[in-house]
Every structure is written in structure tokens, then in C-alpha cells.
């Protein structure tokens, strides 16, 4: 896969989320900044001790789905009504991130009927944070009001994450901020792992292999917890991105491209990530086990 496309894909995933969040959403706005130094920006691109960690939002990730014509799946997204059972903070703001990347999944996949038992739950976990009224709660009122725009639905709930992770960043609860990502991400793969169970050769193989680009800053992010409660979790998010890290990448660099007139050279080179079927099986089940503790009470 050519790396300038690549990288044109990205710019491409991230302009379209930032496209829906500058339209028809609240002012005012908060500031969007390309590498945020404590915390989580829109674009998932974190500074932390030093180096920037690149993580897709789930709602690229969920976009790709749609983009590849997979159907709505029931199981890719978690049961709403479990919200009272979770007890610790760590939990509600992983499953805060769960019911996040799940909300993104029905925008895309248009399941409009099942939204607002969703934004019930999220309003239920952001009451039980004590954060629900450090943003604005006119927000999730206003994302049930554009059910029939999926579009609109989407920036507000971009809008809404950002002004949270704002408020948590200026109050120095940042490690909130880290979970809600987690359990995002988590949800995520699962979402891309979940219809590929029952097929071989699944289209979203590709999508799911290529998270070994992210598994290093997610490593970080991990080990920058120190919630003894977060043991268990820590262990198999580590296993987790052990087996994403250890599928083989492969590069090939290409002669350069030399523009004489604007003084500019390009570099460029294919890259792809080799998998076998082992290894997507076991990549499959270590979702699901890590995704069976996050849901757990």
C-alpha cells in the first residue's frame, strides 16, 4: 500500500470529522489543536512523556465499516441498560468510551431507533462521573433532536467528547481521559473483529491488522495508569498489543520524487502488514477477553 496514500487517507478520515463537527454544532467551539500535551485531541493524537501516540477515534474506524458496506451487526455494539451495575470510575469512564465508539458505530450504520437508549446511558455514566454539567448538557438533548440528520448527530457527538475531554484536562483528571479513550478503542476493534469471526478473508482483516501501528502509543498510554484496580485490564491490553506488534510490517521504498521547480523531494515507499490466520484468531479472542472485563461490573 503506497505510504503517500496512506497518508492522504488519514488527512482525508480526519478532515471529514472535523467537517461534521464545525456544522450545525453549539458555540462557542473549543479550540482544536493538532497534538494535545495532556490529554485527548479530536484526532486521537496525544503528547505524552515526550512522544506522540496516534490513535484512530473510533469513529473513523466505524466509518471504514460503513465505507466497506458491511451491514449492521447487533453484537458489534454493547447492551445499554448495564450502566447502573458499574460501580468504580474506572469502569464507567472505560464503558463511557464503549458506549462512545458504540454510538459512532449506529450513527454510521443509520440505526437512528436505537440512539437514544444510548444517550441515555451516556448521560447516565457522565452523571455518575460528576462531569455531565461541566459540559454543556444541552449537547446530548441536541444530538436525540438531529436523529434524522446522521451527520449532525455525528459533530455533536464530537463536540460533546471535546468539551468533556477539555474539562477533564483543566481539572486534572486526565487519566478519565485515558480510559474513555481505552474503552473506545477496545469497542472499536471489536466492531472491526466481529463480523470477521464467521469469514474468512474478511475485508476488515486489514483494517484490524493495521492497528499494529497504533499498539505502541496505546503501551504507553497503559503504563501511564497507576490504578492497581486497572491490573487485571492492564495485563490483557498489554497481551493485546503484544500481538498487534509482533504482526510483521513490511516496507518497500520507492525512488524519489524530485519537483525542480518548487524545490521539494518526496519519499516514497509501500507498506503493508503480513498476517496468517492464526493470527487473527488470536487477536480476535484477546479482544473479546479484553472487552469481556471492561463490560464486567
Given at each position: 500500500m503506497d505510504a503517500q496514500w496512506l497518508f492522504s487517507r488519514a488527512i482525508t478520515c480526519v478532515g471529514f470529522l472535523l467537517l461534521f463537527s464545525c456544522g450545525e454544532s453549539p458555540n462557542p467551539q473549543p479550540t482544536i489543536e493538532g497534538v494535545a500535551k495532556d490529554g485527548i485531541s479530536t484526532s486521537g493524537t496525544i503528547m505524552l512523556q515526550g512522544h506522540v501516540v496516534m490513535i484512530p477515534p473510533p469513529a473513523i474506524l466505524s466509518h471504514s465499516i460503513a465505507m466497506e458496506k458491511i451491514s449492521f451487526e447487533k453484537q458489534s455494539v454493547s447492551e445499554p441498560d448495564r450502566t447502573?451495575?458499574?460501580?468504580?470510575?474506572?469502569k464507567r469512564a472505560l464503558n463511557l468510551g464503549v458506549l462512545g465508539a458504540d454510538l459512532s458505530y449506529l450513527i454510521n450504520h443509520n440505526q437512528t431507533?436505537?440512539?437514544p437508549q444510548y444517550l441515555a446511558?451516556?448521560?447516565?455514566?457522565?452523571?455518575?462521573?460528576?462531569i455531565s454539567q461541566e459540559v454543556d448538557p444541552e449537547i446530548l438533548k441536541q444530538i436525540e433532536a438531529g436523529l434524522d440528520d446522521p451527520?449532525?448527530?455525528?459533530g455533536l457527538q464530537g463536540v460533546f467528547f471535546r468539551n468533556l475531554e477539555s474539562y477533564l484536562k483543566k481539572n486534572n483528571?486526565?487519566?478519565?481521559?485515558?480510559?474513555?479513550?481505552l474503552g473506545g478503542w477496545i469497542e472499536a476493534l471489536h466492531?472491526?473483529?466481529?463480523?470477521a469471526d464467521s469469514t474468512a478473508g474478511h475485508p476488515l482483516d486489514r483494517f484490524l491488522a493495521e492497528q499494529t501501528y497504533s499498539a505502541q502509543g496505546v503501551r504507553s498510554l497503559i503504563n501511564s495508569l497507576q490504578n492497581e484496580s486497572f491490573a487485571p485490564l492492564r495485563d490483557s491490553m498489554l497481551q493485546l498489543c503484544d500481538a498487534?506488534?509482533?504482526?510483521?510490517?513490511?516496507y518497500e521504498f520507492k525512488s524519489p520524487i524530485?519537483?525542480?521547480?518548487?524545490?521539494?523531494?518526496?519519499?516514497?515507499s509501500k507498506a503493508a502488514v503480513i498476517f496468517t490466520e492464526g493470527e487473527l484468531l488470536e487477536l480476535h479472542e484477546l479482544i473479546r477477553e479484553t472487552r469481556q472485563l471492561i463490560l464486567a461490573p
Open positions: 447502573s451495575q458499574l460501580t468504580s470510575e474506572m431507533a436505537a440512539i446511558a451516556i448521560r447516565q455514566l457522565t452523571d455518575n462521573l460528576g451527520a449532525n448527530m455525528l483528571r486526565n487519566a478519565i481521559s485515558i480510559y474513555i479513550l466492531q472491526l473483529a466481529s463480523p498487534l506488534d509482533e504482526l510483521e510490517k513490511e524530485h519537483d525542480r521547480r518548487e524545490k521539494v523531494t518526496y519519499v516514497r
